[in-house]
């Protein structure tokens, strides 16, 4: 896996799957897609990577110019993102080594806000008996996690429906990638000043 552009573009991340608990890894072509939906550049732009695997997103979305915060409950995967942080001499990234689902009610209680937030759960895992994207994306859309205009990128298996709106968000588009697909909702807007 290589970081694609920007600041720390050619560096290579030396992710093996099977090392790493049997990770699935975004395919280059679902990675282009999302940094083209999200415009390119991220310059100041906050980011949240909710299940960050390898790293790969939230790494090339800081090598992009945004603020990153990665969240990988997995140790062996969290360690390898530590290294990587250190060794390329990475500033201002947040790695957090809890389960999303916990972190989001956290965030909320601390008013954290995002412009982007990349979600890509292990297509088999559940929470409370339903699929964990499907969970967390009800955690998202009920909360202010997302900045007016924000943008929701979801990494799912094709065969999961996921909801067209739920609280906040609104899917604004679908593209399949082989067995995976990428769904991208935005906010509805909700926060208004008074």
């Known amino acids: 896996m290589r970081i694609v552009t920007g600041t720390l573009r050619g560096r290579q991340i ?19 897609a999302l940094f083209s939906a999200l415009g390119g550049m991220l310059e100041g732009e906050s980011f949240l990577d909710l299940c960050a695997g390898s790293g790969q997103i939230a790494l090339e979305a800081y090598s992009r110019g945004a603020r990153i915060t990665a969240v990988e409950p997995d140790q062996r995967r969290l360690l390898l993102l530590r ?22 009610p956290q965030f909320q209680r601390q008013s954290r806000r995002f412009d982007t937030i990349y979600l890509d759960p292990p297509y088999d895992a559940q929470l409370s008996s339903r699929p964990l994207a499907i969970a967390l994306i009800e955690l998202i859309g009920n909360s202010d996690l997302l900045n007016d205009g924000g943008l929701l990128a979801v990494q799912h298996f094709k065969g999961l429906q ?29 926060h208004t000043e008074s």
């Open 14 to 32: 030396p992710f093996n799957p099977r090392r790493f608990g049997n990770a699935r890894v975004t395919s280059g072509k679902l990675k282009e």
């Open 83 to 104: 290294k990587l942080v250190a060794e390329w001499d990475i500033e201002d990234a947040e790695l957090l080594g809890v389960k999303a689902q916990t972190l989001i």
């Open 162 to 190: 996921l909801p067209q709106e739920q609280g906040c968000l609104r899917a604004v588009r679908q593209r399949p990638y082989g067995d995976t697909v990428l769904t991208q909702y935005s906010t509805l807007t909700q």
